[in-house]
Structures are given as C-alpha cells and as structure tokens.
C-alpha cells in the first residue's frame, strides 16, 4: 500500500508562484513513476506533468509547459511541483498520483487527497 499527501496549495494573486509537495510512504515509491494531476469544478481530472522514478525524465501537459516544474528527491520519498506564472485557469484541486504512466488517468495507481490552488485575476 502507498499513502500519498499532497500539501502546499492556497490561494495566489496571477502572475505568483507556489510549489506543491507531496509525501510518499509505504512501498518503495522510489521505484515508481510519480506524476501531478488536476480538477477544476466541472471539468474531468486532467493530467499536469509526471516524472519517471530515476528523475531523469519528465513530461507536462503543454498547457503548463515552462512555467510549472517537476522534481522528486528520492532520500525524502517527496516529489514537487514548482508552479510559475500562475493563471486563473490553473484554478484546481491538485492531486499527486503514483505507480502509473502517462496522462490517462486510469493507468495511475495510488493518489493523495489533493490539495486546493486558487489563483486570483
């Protein structure tokens, strides 16, 4: 089993930056691809970035592309996401996901409870 907590959301003015952490415990989640997804009210879960269990590799959806950042630190069992430039359309509740691939949502295992972000125009 894998417990994921995500933490860090709240409210910014457009334009500010906030990082998002989320705490992996149980299985060794340093062997997993780990990945952020979003849900804004009315729309379906939405894929944000993933970043394989080696950290080498990481892929974003094209709407965050250069300005959101995702990093793990494997001693930590932690995995960020650096939000820059931040738009009112990223206005969502972000979840972190585990044991997965890709931007489908039903290929990832494990997920947090999520955590609130709401930008302000």
């Known amino acids: 089993q894998v417990q994921l907590v995500e933490s860090g959301g709240g409210l910014v003015q457009g334009g500010g930056s906030l990082r998002l952490s989320c705490a992996a415990s149980?299985?060794?989640?340093?062997?997993?691809?780990m990945g952020w997804f979003r849900q804004a009210p009315g729309n379906e879960r939405e894929f944000v970035a993933a970043?394989?269990?080696?950290?080498?590799?990481?892929y974003y959806a094209d709407s965050v592309k250069g300005r959101f950042t995702i990093s793990r630190d494997t001693r930590k069992n932690t995995v960020y996401l650096q939000m820059n430039s931040l738009k009112p359309e990223d206005t969502a509740v972000y979840s972190c996901a585990a044991e997965g691939s890709g931007t489908v949502v039903a290929r990832w295992h494990y997920w947090g409870q999520g955590t609130q972000v709401t930008v302000s125009s």
């Open positions: 149980g299985r060794t989640v340093s062997l997993f691809d």
């Open positions: 970043i394989d269990y080696s950290g080498s590799n990481t």
